[in-house]
């Protein structure tokens, strides 16, 4: 078990046939990153054969520490250990068993003084000289491809470690958005519960030969900000606990992910699948932008299996990307069937699930390669940030870090941690995001000045058999339509006192908006209409507001009308 800093219990006499010296391990399992993988951490401890036992104790072992272990160490560890010089014990034996001839700590400590710090640094010296003296094998390091479990939710191959982001202890997704990525360490050495925020652009190395260790994979470090950031990572282990995944890159929106992930996985020349409802910036870029690159797209209606597999049948398609809920007509894709449709011929399958939410749907669970969320949304779901995530294998993922590495895009480590902040009520917020909205969808439905409702919790809903199937909860956005046109639709929309009149959905405050004017206010009501988008349309987001004020809210405004 890597142990990440150091409180020094006790401190043993001079007298003392052999010095000993204890220190507590905290339960920060993790380092730092290495290159673009956000699963790998530092590993003090590789080439290990023994184990932290679980009491507070660490039996007979060889600790080594990374080169830049000194500048991980905590305030408190540096004031505590003082002048010991930690990065400098290298060979080092703690032990409680009476068999190794040293002296057991609570024994010692109930007989020895305390002393200085230039006595401790003396003591931990003696202590670090008589165990490389010792009859302790010296360290012997794995080959990179042996992988061990080192201890619970921890694996390790060679020198570094990748943590499983779902420990065993933490069985519902509730737990998860609090805990998850943070619990069992995060790879910032501190004290408090929240995570900390690191603002730095660069991290230094002390020496060149530090540098040519990490260039040459002996070391692991963070190196540039754009690569990686110890608050960003802990909110990418948090995404990935709760999708799943194996791993998740966060990006500085739903759209840099977007389209950063399309470019990364679909080569020139290559060939596309997505469906008619999505949001309209990720059609312009398909409709606008691929084509440059000679990347041709065919579009299907969510419901066109038949489409769908002439499409993988006539053309070598590199990926299928389409939205589930999509917006704003909330359409669901039967992941599961399109997923086995694709994999037949090779095809990646990516599921937009921001309006699902990673609580209500498991795309990857359900047969999906990636899953990509708009984090502006339900995930900070505060209405205060923007970011994007995509999930999946390490594999892929790793091919789409390494584009985003050139291209840019970098979230903010603020950012990052408002997100994280926010994902701690993430199913709070979603529970009563699910309630309000079913509700307010039967509330509507049976309005008579209400014409059409779109939301797959309604038996109306064209694939509500398919959201029963593979979500647990309908999402927080009803879209619907007035019975009027859009002078009377205006006049409910500015009837309502609640909500706010905004893009975006998913947040805290309710929000409601007319798609004809505000996403598609430039076009002419006939090129509207081609993407079904009415002038009496309706998109609401229900925040987390009690269901009976808003309910009061939309009856009140739909008698204004």
């Keep these: 078990m890597a142990v990440s800093s150091f409180h020094c219990a006790s401190i043993f006499s001079s007298s003392a046939s052999i010095p000993a010296f204890q220190c507590r391990p ?3 399992l993790a380092g730092s990153p290495i290159g673009g993988s956000s699963r790998r951490r530092f590993n003090a401890t590789a080439g290990m054969s023994s184990s932290f036992t679980g009491d507070g104790r660490i039996s007979s072992m060889i600790l080594r520490f990374p080169p830049n272990f000194v500048r991980q160490l905590s305030i408190k560890a540096r004031r505590n250990c003082s002048n010991i010089g930690v990065a400098q014990i290298v060979a080092a034996k ?13 024994a010692a400590a109930s007989s020895a003084p305390a002393v200085s710090s230039t006595a401790a640094a003396a003591a931990a010296s003696s202590a670090a000289a008589a165990a490389a003296s010792a009859t302790v094998p010296p360290v012997v390091l794995k080959s990179v491809d042996e992988e061990v479990v080192v201890a619970e939710g921890i694996r390790e191959i060679g020198s570094v470690q990748l943590k499983d982001s779902k420990p065993s202890f933490l069985s519902s997704d509730g737990s998860l958005t609090v805990h998850a990525g943070e619990r069992l360490g995060r790879g910032i050495v501190t004290d408090a519960i929240t995570t900390p925020v690191v603002n730095t652009s660069a991290y230094f190395f002390k020496k060149t030969a530090e540098l040519i260790d990490f260039k040459e994979k002996r070391s692991a470090s963070f190196e540039y900000g754009r690569y990686g950031n110890p608050t960003t990572v802990v909110l990418e282990e948090k995404i990935s606990a709760l999708e799943g995944a194996e791993s998740t890159l966060v990006m500085a929106s739903g759209m840099c992910a977007s389209t950063v992930m399309l470019l990364a996985l679909v080569p020139a020349g290559g060939h596309i699948v997505t469906t008619t409802d999505c949001y309209r910036k990720t059609r312009i870029f398909m409709e606008n932008f691929l084509p440059k690159l000679g990347i041709t797209v065919t579009v299907i209606d969510p419901a066109d299996i038949a489409g769908l597999e002439a499409a993988v049948n006539n053309y070598e398609v590199s990926l299928f990307f389409t939205e589930s809920p999509t917006n704003p007509f909330l359409r ?16 990646l399958v990516c599921i937009d699930g921001t309006f699902a939410t990673p609580l209500n749907q498991k795309a990857l669970a359900l047969g999906a390669d990636l899953v990509l969320h708009s984090a502006t949304k339900y995930i900070g779901g505060h209405n205060d940030v923007l970011a994007g995530c995509i999930c999946g294998s390490l594999k892929v993922i790793s091919e789409i870090r390494n584009l985003h590495h050139v291209l840019g895009g970098t979230l903010n480590p603020n950012a990052a941690y408002l997100i994280i902040r926010g994902m701690k009520t993430l199913h709070l917020r979603v529970q009563q995001q699910n309630s309000t909205a ?37 999402g927080g956005v009803v879209s619907f339509e007035i019975d009027g046109d859009i002078e009377t639709t205006i006049k409910f929309v500015d009837s309502l006192k609640i909500p706010y009149i905004a893009p975006s959905f998913g947040g805290c405050e309710s929000i409601v908006d007319q798609p004809a004017i505000m996403s598609y206010w430039d076009l002419t009501q006939e090129e509207r209409l081609k993407y079904g988008i009415k002038d009496n349309l309706v998109r609401f987001s229900f925040g987390v507001e009690d269901f009976e004020d808003v309910k009061a809210d939309v009856l009140q405004a739909l008698e204004a009308i």
């Design 94 to 106: 703690w032990s409680n068993n009476p068999s190794s001839g040293l002296p057991s700590a609570a």
């Design 332 to 347: 669901c894709v039967d992941i599961e069937l399109v997923s086995e449709i694709c994999h037949k011929r090779g095809t």
């Design 26 to 28: 905290d339960p920060d």
């Design 438 to 474: 079913l509700r307010m969808a039967e509330v509507l439905e049976a309005h008579p000045k209400v014409s059409h409702v779109y939301y797959p919790g309604l038996p109306s809903h064209p694939e509500h058999h398919i959201a029963k199937r593979q979500m647990t909860g309908f």
